[in-house]
């Protein structure tokens, strides 16, 4: 990443006296900031080679020593960027955080200003559900604060009893209540590290999440046969089969990642992509199921053409536009399909993933091997994330047991 420091006669802002003011110009990369140097100057008076001050100018009384302070200034600055850089947040950061670090500015942080933020740089990602999950608490909150916005160091363990006691009043559930707050939990750790907010206001260290086990998404194998064998009646419930058999045929991809999935992707008999949740490789071999398919989307497609219909804009924020009405349109018409199918376990985009897991279990898959396949950074998520036994596997089990 290019970095530079410049001290420049900002010509395009001009005072009733027809002096411009100087400022420091920083570039990172391809994104500048300026910082006025609280001096302003004509034309005539500035050496740009130099970036200097000619001695020529009578407005202050010491010229050498102004020139001095600037460069000094100049050479401070860019040392404070060099240390963020350093310290591996220089690329997470916006301009108007770097300002306000390198500058020592002490405004705090807001808590849906920072949020705005992140998801932006989650959607230029392309971290898609991330964003989402992100805008939720993000909308959240500000309902709860009814649209203001507060310092990030104001969220404490009393302000977030009072959230709870009001989410909760709302008839949401606890699990709802955890992922919105375990989301704030990751948004006010992006805050720290990027050192927005000191760590002593952390609020979480005597918080705790609340959590409730409820029943895990996963359907069985023989109603995996069943959607596979249903006959779509609409256009809509046709693309709604073909992504979750394709979502579980690809080892329980996202929906993200298969609308993502470009046919440059495919190679060598293999599906090739990295997730956009975590940016792990999988390598995926295609099977005969999977290569149907793919067939049937790829058809008159380039390397550089999706695979999947989904993706019609070029922008980010437009891409982002469509996954998120495609999953819409997609998780009603697999609901259609479960009814339609005598599924009683609701269908949604992440059953197939959850099965995916599930069904490996009972046929007695390492759990090493289905943790790399959902791409988890640890067996422990994944032991968390696969589904409890169903109930008629423990009666079975108990009867056995206690000699019934």
């Avoid at 009814?146 to 310092?151: Q, R, T």
């Avoid at 996954?323 to 009814?339: D, F, H, P, T």
Wanted: some cysteine; proline content about 2%.
């Amino acid at each position: 990443m290019t970095i530079s420091a410049k001290i420049e006669l900002d010509t395009r802002s001009t005072k009733k006296d027809g002096t411009h003011p100087l400022k420091l110009l920083i570039v990172i990369g391809r994104k500048s900031l300026r910082i006025a140097q609280g001096y302003s100057i004509t034309a005539k008076e500035w050496n740009e080679k130099s970036q200097s001050v000619k001695t020529s100018c009578k407005r202050y009384p010491n010229i050498t020593r102004l020139n001095n302070l600037l460069h000094k200034e100049r050479t401070a600055m860019l040392g404070r960027i060099l240390e963020l850089q350093d310290e591996g947040v220089l690329e997470q950061m916006s301009m108007a955080e770097i300002k306000k670090r390198i500058t020592g500015s002490q405004d705090d942080t807001f808590v849906l200003q920072f949020a705005d933020t992140v998801i932006a740089e989650l959607q230029q990602a392309k971290k898609v559900g991330n964003a989402r999950v992100y805008t939720i608490i993000r909308n959240s909150i500000s309902t709860y604060l009814g649209g203001k916005d507060v310092p990030l160091k104001q969220i404490s363990y009393t302000w977030l009893k009072r959230y709870e006691a009001w989410y909760l009043g709302r008839g949401n559930t606890i699990n709802g209540l955890s992922v919105n707050l375990r989301t704030l939990r990751a948004l006010y750790n992006r805050a720290i590290k990027r050192k927005l907010v000191p760590q002593q206001f952390y609020p979480f260290k005597e918080y705790s999440i609340k959590h409730e086990t409820t029943k895990k998404r996963a359907i069985s194998a023989s109603a995996i046969e069943q959607i596979k064998v249903f006959v779509p009646t609409t256009l809509r419930q046709e693309r709604a089969k073909d992504y979750f058999l394709m979502s579980f045929y690809l080892m329980g991809a996202s929906f993200v990642d298969i609308a993502l999935l470009k046919v440059s992707d495919i190679r060598k008999g293999r599906v090739e992509y990295k997730r956009k949740k975590t940016g792990k490789l999988h390598s995926i071999k295609i099977t005969s199921p999977l290569q149907t398919l793919l067939d049937k989307y790829m058809a008159e497609k380039t390397a550089d053409d999706f695979v999947l219909n989904v993706i019609k804009e070029n922008e980010i924020e437009g891409q982002y536009m469509n996954v998120r009405n495609a999953m819409r349109r997609y998780n009603k018409s697999l609901k259609e399909i479960g009814q339609l199918c005598g599924i009683e376990q609701p269908l949604t985009s992440y059953v197939a993933r959850h099965s995916f897991a599930t069904i490996a279990k009972y046929k007695d898959v390492p759990i090493a091997v289905i943790s790399q396949a959902l791409g988890h950074s640890d067996m422990k998520t994944t032991e968390t994330y696969l589904a409890a036994f169903e109930d008629d596997t423990m009666d079975a089990y108990n009867e056995m047991i206690i000699g019934e």
